[in-house]
């Protein structure tokens, strides 16, 4: 019964293989500190762009401790270490969010969008209850390409973007709410069900997905 | 083995019991039309006001063919007797919803109201997706004192108007989506976790309840 | 990649935009004790009143050290300052729950409109298996033209309560059921089904929403 | 590929096995008319005591039609033949519902308990929303051992009843309501969290069972 | 702003209202210990029966560290305190469960029988896994009139004693199960869609409502 | 816009690819019969041997008009034709399930299996109410080496068969229960959560995927 | 009570407004084919570009033969009148999907996108099932900007079609499979978590939807 | 009231009853340290082959402490003791994952099958976004009869291996998803789904079960 050492060697090709335009990300949760810092290690030994999301207090200190070079960002989890800079879209991406409870998410996608060589423009004071300040913002967007919208509870605030800018919008359901909110899964519903037909949904809390698809797009429109 | 006869006069007893403010109403589902014949039939026997919910093309002609004097609608599946109008609140109520699809529903909820003894002010083209006539909308809304709002899909519009008039708002989702709308089910979660405190939600397409709540509502107010 | 210095001028404005009648309230889950202390400052230091809701032990606590003229109430979670008390309605509101577990939301219900100026009627002792004693108390709310009920489980209280008094009832969920409660969405949905026309329903645990709206419409009274 | 000519004999035992207590039911969904008439026969031809539950008017019509004998009663569904009679318990079985919608699923249950040889006391008016007839009723049920209570939406009665009485009560839920009732799955929530102690819940609309189960436990009465 | 005060004398009233074979039990969940000893004063005091339910090993050394004379079990949670013991049925109530995982809520259900007043019988080995087993069991539960069958996973276990016993049987899901057994609702609607017509359910891991029902019905057995 | 003409090439390869064992399978549902008759003359002009499932009745009579040579099975909804007899395994497959109303399924699987080139032996009278009975026919099923359980409502069967054998067991929930068994999916659960550890699941009603999975098992067993 | 008069002036404005590059979609489900005439009828006469979605036989048939210029597509159900082409983007836009049963999808997806002036590119054979097949047409598509995946079931192509060309993927999972399928909620669930971050979702069988989504994507690439 | 003392001597008989194939398998969840050692005893004792599952790190070092002679798995969660190893089948079997989050559910099955006799190939680096490799794994794996693969996410692979190979897949859901992968719900609803029919699914996270079930059928292919 030697299924542990047969196993032994297959353990070293942990990470998904680099394409263009995806980073290579370290999704945290699940891994220990320990597995964390050696999987950081092999991609600064080959310097190879890092980005590790969904990482917290405990995790993000451990990697730093290991790896001085490492940037981190607490609101929204990520570490990473950038070698060379990818080269971005020509025209930054918007992203906004309704309250402070969003920021968390709003911070992971725009940061990865950044980190994959892209400009971006951030607000995080636009939900449907100020509708006046939100139609300010929108103007402020204008030159973006493509919109990333982070959302909790009702999740209505894509919707209204979409509506009143005709722009893709890449639509974030949060976890932030409680009750109905069923953990998000409510708002991703009701984002998916939105009467505005130029908005598309990944999953809950998915900050770097949002960022992902959006330099996609944002690279293809040059 | 006499069950049947041992219930015979028992089912005498059909309708709810009369109560201030809230109608003799009969939902239909689940009736024949000579139960509801028959039920109708008494009601005015006693000249009762009379209210017939959920009512289908078949069951509206067989109850008016029975009941010569009956009122029919048919987009809102209502039928219904007055005999004596009830007093209404000293303000009117303000109904809206966003789309066609909804109307049905919108309509249930305004004449339920009206039925009920109050004036009502009903608008159907107030989506979140063209904010500026929602806005305007409300504008003429400003002497109510309770709205109701119909929404399907994301069911967005609650909150929207909740935020800019301060009013309390009835939520009413639909069941008119698809797919993740799950028959109205992700529009009455969203609308029950608004982000607007002053929403509160019926069961879906309930425009009859929505109608008595804002009648109970308008009735306080005087 | 400079996205959270890109960031930092727009964190300061995290609060929602006043209105009239809903209170500048502030969600402590998902904010830090140090974000709480910040945000309280900012209203302390403007003098306008302020109400802090679902906050725990540890963050009352700092948020009492930091600002000592803060009141807070254990069971309901509520932290609060009034600097002008807001003119509420001429009728005092009247809150119900069944049992004890149920008692922190309907606290945060009725301390909640009391913040907003009301004058309040609350009973905690008005279960379904009791039923006498619930026409009792129903009798000492005849006063009252809005109702808030707060009941978990199988939530028949606000049912029983709307057809005993025709009075609008505001009922809150609550997630104090286990097994098949499924955290309060059986008790919602069972309050949304309610047989009885005037009751509609807020989120579970929502004792602040329910506040406000039966704030909102007790203003409309009047 | 004689699959099915080796299945041929197989066919023959459909039914359930004859138990002390339970009835020789058949469930007709599912199976065409011709198949009913042909295990009815089977049941006459041994002098079997026969019940076939949940039976729409061409199932109803085609077994009468093939064995005149039968009897059947349309609003519950049932058909059925007597050649002997069981000894049912001492007491008599107490039913209610609530309304007219849910008296199919109240005959169902009540007539398979008089099938079963036992004495039946049947209320179908004794909804939450009258709550001094449910008292004045629960009165006219002292005398039984064991009741059962059908009701739909939000599914109050079992608890009320129960809490009033002391009495097992065996809860049915029904699939009456819309919406969030989700076809009866809320109400069947709602009963199983009830907080009363002395309730236990059957299947949606399952009538049948019900009266078994309370067949079951009058038996052990005595 | 005195809700608080306005409240105070309200809380006073906290226990069910005792009724005749419903034990005066406790809930401990969502109830610190200095409440849970404080009620039980209350109890001792007045010298009546008490029973806690669901309490943890912090609550359970809190109580009887206030009040020497109760009694507690460790594997059910329960904590208890007999003045006058009540009288039982005249037949022994018998208690299944398939394995060790569902001891505790098979002791919370025997125990609170016992408490009530009645004769036991119990076996914890009976899984569906190891039928001959089941069968011997079964012969030694011949003189009971009811029973409890408490299980997980796929709850098979009441289908199976009930078509063999023919017995009245309360099933009582558990929340033993993971994955696809979403925390015991999957055992839950297995059990409520038994393929034997003689089994009604309680809530998930409710032992105690198993055991009041089936005093309720043992105490209508004489 | 011409998309409809460019598309017209692409509709000529509908089928799967065939691979060694599993059949060129034709699901019915979702086309017309018209496309069902065109899709099986391509299979039988090039002499593949062919299987459509789920087949109504409408479009097994539209397929057999158009195509003689077909066969067609009224309960199980297939419809084949076998150019030539695959080698099946050594050992015939077991199938068994417990009443008439999984008796489509069945047959689906069973004759998928004969289909597919392998001995079968069938059983429709195994259900957990009788267990003798099951245990009886679980000696006729020695000699097989794989087995196939069918089973709606709480899905016991495929446990208790697993574990009286300890064969390996394809469980197939089926959707013949009502309420609470949720369309299968309740059964699906039940059976996954199963405690016997040698049974894995497929979907519901899917007789043809267990037919197939078994056959590739017993294609491996030799 | 004249509801219904108030109500007439209202009904006028139907249609959402125009706005850059979403189309004037009318979704047919929940309207009758007479209003469906009179709202083309107003679209026509404006000489506005008209798409109608989700049209069955019956309305697609009384369209025409109400409005003799207009297109129909059978399979996808649309309807649609082009006065004057929109500049699509640059790049063609590729659509992919599994099988026959996701066409209808598929096709309403494409047809919307050429209705809104886009070239498109088209294969409905890529199923995973063969996967040679489905890289073969991938080259196919690589001067494509933005693709949309169509899939049922597992829902598994978005993820490979994105993983394999690191293009921006909207995928639109369809309601084709039964059982666990859950009406296309799993798919959608599945899509959404989908390992590969440049995917997006759109509702169940949203084909509309993901036509205009990827419209938006396109005319910003210019 | 001495239930307590009456249940006794039925303790003593926790385990499930050895069958041939099926390991004396303990699952820890729910079990105390001290349970776990007491029932390790009596398999040492008796020089039972033993298996622990789903063991933390609190428990292994409890068991290890107590019984020296133990081997324990930390990724896997499993603790054991070989007293004779089982004669496994002929051929290996085979197990794949995608990648490192799956890691201990692949190991749990394939500890479970080695130390249930059989010889196993373990690969962990096969997901659908690099499918060059799948492929090339796929190859190394021609020699087995019967596939475990494991996945969680939109769970693509199981469908994929099965395609790719026509072997019998058991497919293992994993909960190493977030949002609307429900803790593995969405997982194991898209594999139960899969397009290629030799695929059947067991419980989330359930690598001992599909160990066991690999082992069944590999022994009867000898």
Not at 33 to 45: P, T
Not at 170 to 180: E, K, N, R
Request: some cysteine; proline content about 5%.
């Amino acid at each position: 019964m030697n299924a542990a050492e047969y196993l032994g060697h297959s353990f070293l090709d942990l990470g998904r293989q680099a394409r263009t335009g995806v980073p290579e990300a370290v999704f945290a949760p699940g891994k220990t500190a320990a597995q964390l810092v050696s999987i950081a290690g092999r991609f600064l030994d080959s310097r190879s762009n890092l980005l590790v999301t969904k990482c917290d207090e405990a995790k993000r200190a451990a990697l730093r401790r290991a790896h001085p070079g490492l940037h981190a960002s607490a609101r929204s989890g990520l570490v990473w270490k950038l070698f060379e800079k990818p080269r971005g879209g020509r025209k930054p991406i918007g992203f906004l969010s309704a309250g402070t409870s969003d920021l968390p998410v709003l911070l992971e996608a725009a940061l990865t969008a950044a980190f994959l060589g892209h400009r971006v423009k951030v607000y995080s004071d636009c939900g449907v209850a100020g509708l006046h300040r939100t139609v300010k913002r929108l103007g402020q967007l204008e030159g973006c390409g493509v919109l990333v919208v982070v959302a909790g509870m009702e999740g209505a605030l894509p919707t209204v973007v979409s509506a009143l800018t005709g722009k893709p919008v890449i639509a974030v359901p949060t976890s932030t709410g409680y009750g109905a909110a069923q953990g998000g899964l409510t708002t991703l519903h009701a984002m998916v069900g939105s009467c505005s037909p130029t908005v598309a949904v990944v999953n809950i809390d998915n900050g770097f997905g949002a960022g992902c698809m959006a330099s996609a797009i944002n690279r293809e429109i040059g």
